[in-house]
């Protein structure tokens, strides 16, 4: 089976950046995303690694490391906006489909 | 707007009743999930379908019945539920199995609260 940990909730001021953590231990790694969704909505899909290092996208990048199972998104220049729940998903080559951590509760506040 | 739609977004039922939640997707994609939501805890796989075949059963009770007539809609019949069936149920579709990023694109759910 898969495990996939990250912290239940976080706090941070609009401007300043957040690092979002997610630890996984699985067999046949095949690909780590991140989603976001805001309350009462659909989880949009934010990124996508498959190799080691980190993936920049406008605000957002996410990062990946195989051999520790570890992989963080990054969020800078942080609005109002961006409070919502970011989930950790992990996909095994044998499934394809991805299982999903518990989710993390960003919340900004001004 | 995801290109995925589920109706109705939010239904109440008696454990006696039969009720289907339904999901269409417009965005030309061959496969098709149901995932469960419940608070605080991750989302949980349901059920998979591919070219309208199910290939995934994630050991789901029979009192969840899916249906995917076509590969655009997704049912899921339910009868006889508990009151811990009651979650938010999120339907999903990608363009395929094995595809590279393998993104998936939700519907924004129906709350079921089952009495």
């Known amino acids: 089976g898969q495990n996939i940990d990250q912290p239940t909730e976080m706090t941070a001021t609009e401007g300043a950046i957040v690092q979002i953590n997610c630890t996984y231990q699985?067999?046949?790694?095949?690909?780590l995303f991140w989603y976001q969704q805001h309350a009462g909505e659909a989880p949009t899909f934010l990124s996508y690694n498959v190799l080691d290092g980190l993936e920049e996208k406008g605000r957002f990048s996410s990062f990946l490391s195989r051999s520790k199972g570890y992989s963080y998104l990054l969020l800078k220049e942080l609005q109002m906006k961006d409070s919502a729940s970011y989930l950790c998903a992990v996909r095994t080559g044998g499934s394809y489909i991805p299982t999903f951590g518990r989710g993390t509760s960003l919340i900004v506040h001004p | 707007e995801t290109g995925v739609t589920q109706t109705p977004r939010h239904l109440v039922m008696g454990m006696t009743n039969k009720k289907s939640l339904k999901c269409e997707q417009h965005l030309g994609h061959n496969a098709m999930y149901w995932y469960k939501q419940s608070a605080k805890k991750p989302l949980e796989l349901m059920f998979v379908?591919?070219?309208?075949?199910?290939?995934e059963n994630n050991s789901v009770p029979s009192r969840f019945s899916p249906e995917c007539p076509n590969s655009s809609h997704l049912f899921l019949h339910l009868h006889t539920l508990q009151p811990e069936d009651s979650a938010l149920y999120l339907c999903a579709s990608s363009r395929g199995l094995a595809e590279n990023t393998g993104e998936l694109f939700f519907g924004e759910g129906s709350r079921l609260t089952v009495l």
């Open positions: 699985t067999s046949g790694f095949n690909g």
């Open positions: 379908y591919s070219l309208e075949e199910r290939v």
